[in-house]
């Protein structure tokens, strides 16, 4: 499905959601400089494969994580894990790099990804952002429906707990700052 059968099929639905059209952005970074509807709920996607090519996943986490393949593929008990190709980003959920998103699940005509969804998005206002498979235009709705139509398809969904909050990281690095201009402070006063 390209961008406007995707957009159709979720209008079909009848269900709630908040589209924005928007220059591309290949990256939070980028994503981070336009004005969006609910920027807290944005999603951040990784394609990933396992070393021998024959298991895909699609991690989708809140935007303000960081996630470490490593750790993800002890703590589910997955095979190591590296990004996926272009071409096969192309050949299974007909994307271009830049344009990842939980909506690609429903190109993967064989049901071959396992979407692993980080269940912050869970919480607060039940929203995500996602891209409708295309990096210049975004879709917001309830999370909750999301799961059902990627269930739907026959994807297998997965909720868990994935990454680190960057803010989480900023604030350990702020009380380092913190005690390093105390200390200074008091070697000035000495």
């Not at 908040?18 to 290949?26: G, L, N, S």
């Not at 894990?81 to 830049?98: M, Q, R, V, W």
């Not at 429903?106 to 969804?117: F, G, I, R, S």
């Amino acid at each position: 499905m390209n961008r406007e059968e995707v957009f159709n099929f979720i209008k079909s639905k009848k269900i709630w959601y908040v589209v924005k059209e928007h220059p591309a952005v290949f990256n939070m970074e980028e994503l981070s400089t336009i004005d969006i509807p609910y920027p807290e709920c944005a999603s951040k996607n990784l394609f990933v494969r396992d070393d021998k090519k024959r298991n895909y996943y699609l991690i989708t986490v809140k935007g303000d994580k960081k996630v470490n393949l490593k750790e993800f593929k002890n703590k589910y008990g997955l095979r190591t894990l590296s990004f996926a190709s272009e071409n096969d980003l192309k050949e299974i959920l007909d994307l271009t790099p830049g344009s990842v998103t939980s909506l690609g699940l429903l190109n993967d005509k064989e049901c071959k990804v396992e979407l692993y969804l980080d269940k912050d998005f869970f919480e607060d206002e039940h929203i995500i952002g996602v891209h409708l498979n295309i990096n210049t235009a975004s879709i917001w709705l309830k999370v909750e429906e999301l799961v059902d139509i990627i269930k739907e398809h026959g994807n297998q969904v997965n909720i868990v707990e994935i990454g680190w909050k960057l803010w989480i990281l900023n604030m350990k690095l702020l009380n380092i700052l913190k005690r390093i201009i105390f200390l200074i402070m008091i070697n000035q006063m000495e």
